[in-house]
């Protein structure tokens, strides 16, 4: 088992930043890739970005491309989200999650065998 843990969402205004957290406890040892998701109000889920644990190779979805960045510190097994320019869309309560293999899509949620408890993010405008 792989417990996770997300950090760091609140209120933010348009234009501003926020950085998530996530750490994972147990057996993380078994963990290829780590993502985060998001899922708003009324909408389905929605893949946010994804990083292999080994080689750090990072997937993004398009409504977040060149305004967030996912990072990952091994040694702490810890996944970051740096999130930048947001916007009030951005606006949802954002999972991490993680995966054991690297069968199917990094943003295929059900491809996931891990999920946080999730943390709210809200962009005023």
């Known amino acids: 088992q792989v417990q996770l843990v997300e950090l760091g969402g609140g209120l933010v205004q348009a234009g501003g930043s926020l950085r998530l957290s996530c750490a994972a406890s147990?057996?993380?040892?078994?963990?290829?890739?780590m993502g985060w998701f998001r899922q708003a109000t009324g909408k389905e889920r929605e893949f946010v970005a994804a990083?292999?644990?080994?080689?750090?190779?990072?997937y993004y979805g398009d409504s977040v491309k060149g305004r967030f960045t996912i990072s990952s510190d091994n040694a702490k097994n810890t996944v970051h989200l740096q999130m930048n320019s947001l916007k009030p869309e951005d606006t949802a309560v954002y999972y991490c999650?993680?995966?054991?293999?690297?069968?199917?899509?990094?943003?295929?949620?059900?491809?996931?065998?891990?999920w946080g408890q999730g943390t709210q993010v809200t962009v005023s405008s």
């Open positions: 147990g057996r993380t040892f078994s963990t290829y890739a």
């Open positions: 990083i292999t644990v080994s080689g750090h190779i990072t």
């Open positions: 999650a993680a995966k054991t293999t690297g069968l199917y899509s990094h943003s295929y949620g059900a491809s996931y065998d891990y």
